[in-house]
């Protein structure tokens, strides 16, 4: 983690001295029209709205407050120094514990483990548990001057960038597309049903590994945005998964990369779900045992400056638990950032009643 960080902040001071030397958000704009001309597409596009990099009136002089039931940040720094913190923890009563310091704040992962618990209506799935230990449970959150909001457009996750200026019709609950001077950003975090392609031996082998975590094919990976995995519904042996009071059951696996303008990140996640009486799938039962392993390297991408390689890997292990996730790569920025696998490998093994279910994905 020490080395994530020492790049986090050298990425992150690199931007903030360009800031500096920067009149206005026009050059970074340029910068960026620049990179798309040399033919690298972009996922979002960079918010009109300033940050500052000082403390707001609101956070009290602090480097992290709370706002109107949101976590506000004085500015990226001290944004990126949470998320090292509590990528250091990553556990589910460490940052339990993180977030009780805030009193009248509710993380948008406090109140998914309440709604699966009372088994109400899913909401948009985050598959990064760092983020959604910062999101309060309205998907919002404030970094310097920019409230940044999450919400649905017809369906399709959306950012959207609100300078504290406007927040008041935010606060009354008008809908953040319907604010003057606001700026959406689509994300991708949607399930990719088709991928990978078991019978392509060369990248994916099932159920059992035959290399080590971190021997990676010769092709890269394609670039994509969301969630890459898939839905399984029986064992290893091909039998259906027992059923919990006779309703089906079924195990949500897949590897991220999820982009929000200002942080990006690649991680991995097994999650156990059954069908409920609502008619959705929720996770509200548990497996015996899951362990996972994971390995990539790619780059991480700013406008205008050079790429910066990475290679990350991690294993974890749990009991009674309904999922089990880790964020291999994270990295944050005053601007679009991009967290690109070129290579990434995924083995994981679930004992859930008895049944032992298990993937091996090299990519």
């Known amino acids: 983690m020490g080395k994530s960080h020492e790049l986090n902040i050298t990425i992150l001071h690199s931007l903030i001295m360009i800031k500096k030397c920067t009149k206005t958000i ?6 960026v029209g620049l990179a798309v001309s040399c033919g690298r597409d972009t996922a979002v596009v960079i918010s009109e709205v300033g940050q500052q990099e000082h403390p707001l009136p609101g956070n009290n002089g602090q480097e992290v407050g709370q706002r109107n039931g949101w976590l506000s940040f004085s500015g990226m720094e001290a944004f990126e120094a949470t998320m090292a913190k509590l990528h250091a923890a990553e556990q589910g009563v460490e940052l339990d514990n993180w977030e009780k310091q805030f009193k009248g704040f509710t993380s948008w992962r406090s109140a998914e483990i309440v709604g699966e618990e009372q088994e109400t209506e899913t909401r948009v799935d985050i598959p990064d548990v760092l983020l959604t230990t910062i999101l309060n449970d309205k998907g919002r959150i404030q970094i310097a001057d920019t409230v940044y909001q999450l919400a649905a457009d017809r369906k399709e996750p959306v950012l959207f ?3 504290v200026k406007q927040e008041i019709p935010l606060l009354k609950g008008a809908e953040p597309v319907r ?5 959406a950003h689509k994300i991708g975090l949607h ?8 019978e392509d031996n060369d990248r994916v082998v099932s159920p059992y590994p035959v290399s080590d975590i971190c021997n990676f094919p010769s092709q890269i990976l394609f670039p994509w945005w969301g969630q890459k995995g898939g839905l399984i519904y029986n064992d290893n042996n091909g039998n259906e998964l027992s059923r919990d009071n006779g309703r089906n059951v079924r195990i949500d696996y897949h590897r991220w990369r999820v982009g929000f303008l200002f942080y990006s990140s690649a991680g991995v996640r097994v999650k156990l779900y059954k069908n409920t009486r ?16 994971a390995c990539s390297k790619g780059l991480v ?3 205008g400056l050079l790429p910066i390689p990475y290679n990350a890997q991690v294993s974890a292990s749990a009991s009674n638990a309904n999922s089990l996730e880790r964020t291999l790569k994270w990295a944050v920025a005053p601007m679009h950032i991009e967290v690109v696998p070129h290579h990434f490998n995924f083995n994981f093994s679930i004992n859930y009643r008895g049944q032992q279910i298990s ?3 090299r990519e």
């Open 26 to 31: 026009l050059a970074i704009v340029a910068i």
């Open 161 to 163: 960038a609100i300078s």
């Open 191 to 198: 399930l990719m049903p088709f991928f990978p392609t078991w």
């Open 278 to 293: 609502l008619g959705g799938w929720m996770s509200t039962i548990k497996m015996n045992s899951a362990s996972i392993q």
């Open 179 to 183: 604010i003057a001077g606001v700026v």
């Open 301 to 303: 991408i700013i406008p």
């Open 359 to 361: 993937r091996a994905i």
